[in-house]
Every structure is written in structure tokens, then in C-alpha cells.
């Protein structure tokens, strides 16, 4: 099996997601980027500076693109929709579209539970989602829409 490792782009913000601790030269390094005004993710070779694939999102505006745990799937946060997208990363398309009571605005990974964190962008909310099986296992929060 090919070792990668794998860079998430967001805007200015950079995630570094590892799939393997051998860093030898033949280890593929990937970013994603999360093109806001066409609705899609870029999937870039870095080493070759390159555009790899080019991913159309269901929701609106692709944000922060977070690896999904150690499971080979990706999520597309589309802040401009109240759902978030997953990417198979072996095939590289959209296996699933997630609808959530918020709109999205970043994630993190809590490798202890095994759960996903999405914070809300436009309401005091997060959802925790279950990585195996892509899923709102709880919300926390304040369903009540507010503006910065």
C-alpha cells in the first residue's frame, strides 16, 4: 500500500493530515483547498505544483476540508449550508452530503472519542459527528440564529 500524506487548505489556514510516520521521498503530498467561489475542492500535488482533481461540493461555499479521524474520507465544510460534504478519499468523489441544524464553520477531531467536532458559523451550536459512520450523534448549543 502507498503511503501519503495529505495537506488541507482553507483560505490561510493550513491542516496537515498524515497517513503514514515514513517520510520517504516516495511519499505523495496532497493539499486540499476549499475554492469558495466555484463550489469545489482542489486536490493539488504539492511536490509537482499541479491540480489533481477537481471536486464539485453539494453545499455552498467549501471552507475547511478536515480528514474524517484515521478513516479515509474527507469532510468539506460548506459554510454557505447547513450540511457539510464527505469525500472518499480513494475515489476522490462525494459519498454523502450530512444536514445539520447550523451552517459549519470548522472541525477538529477528538481521536479520544472518536467523534468529530463541527462548530456552527451562524449559530452558538457544535455537532458531534461519528467518523464510521458519518452521523449526528449530538448537538450542543443554542438553536438561535446570531450575526458577529
Known amino acids: 500500500m502507498e503511503r501519503r500524506k495529505f495537506l488541507a487548505l482553507s483560505g490561510v489556514a493550513a491542516i496537515y493530515i498524515l497517513t503514514g510516520c515514513n517520510s520517504s521521498d516516495n511519499t505523495e503530498r496532497l493539499a486540499f483547498y476549499g475554492d469558495t467561489l466555484h463550489n469545489r475542492i482542489l486536490e ?44 472518499d478519499m480513494n475515489s476522490m468523489e462525494i459519498i454523502k452530503t450530512v444536514a445539520m441544524q447550523h451552517s459549519p464553520r470548522s472541525c477538529a477531531f477528538n481521536e479520544y472519542n472518536g467523534l468529530q467536532l463541527i462548530s456552527g458559523k451562524n449559530k452558538p451550536m457544535t455537532s458531534l459527528i461519528d467518523v464510521k459512520t458519518d452521523e449526528v450523534v449530538t448537538i450542543v448549543g443554542r438553536d438561535t440564529l446570531v450575526s458577529p
Open 44 to 87: 493539488i500535488d504539492v511536490q509537482n505544483m499541479t491540480l489533481k482533481n477537481e471536486i464539485p461540493t453539494i453545499g455552498e461555499t467549501p471552507y475547511t476540508i478536515g480528514r474524517a479521524g484515521n478513516e479515509d474520507k474527507l469532510y468539506a465544510i460548506t459554510r454557505g449550508s447547513e450540511s457539510f460534504d464527505v469525500i
